[in-house]
């Protein structure tokens, strides 16, 4: 997909700092961490939003769900994380290709901001 920025990145056209990548997903730390592990899991295949995903992506999305676990371990994050999908305008998503925020190695609160 044209200017979009996780488009590049996955095209390594962007570089970014990639912690974990295989034929369906690509993983790189933000880089505007919001904690001290902060990595973003992102699908290859172009999906705007999890509002765009459809029963194609089944098995897509249950690949990155079951990755998210082990990816976190090989961070070194022991004690709990917080997975966010920041979706559509009131969810505050500023990137419009899907992707998993994957926070670590502090104490989250909630209600979140
Ligand atoms: P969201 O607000 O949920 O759409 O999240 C987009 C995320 O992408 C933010 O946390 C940004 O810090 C992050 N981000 C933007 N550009 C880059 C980049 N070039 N490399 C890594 N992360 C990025
Ligand atoms: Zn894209």
Redesign the pocket.
């Known amino acids: 997909m044209a200017d979009c ?1 996780f488009c590049s ?1 996955v095209d390594h056209e ?1 570089p ?1 700092d990639v912690i974990y990548e295989d034929d369906m997903i690509i993983a ?1 730390n ?3 961490p919001q904690a001290p592990v902060h990595f ?1 899991v992102v699908p290859k295949k172009h999906i705007a939003s999890l509002d765009e995903a459809t029963e194609e992506d089944k098995e897509l999305i249950s690949h990155i769900m079951l990755k998210i676990p082990e990816l976190v371990k090989e961070q070194g994050v022991e004690n709990g994380y917080r997975v966010v999908i ?1 979706t559509g305008e009131d969810g ?4 419009k290709h899907l ?1 998993f ?1 994957i926070l670590g190695k502090r104490k989250m609160t909630w209600p979140p901001g």
């Open positions: 920025l990145i962007i970014s790189f933000d880089i505007a973003l920041n505050d998503q500023t990137v992707h925020h």
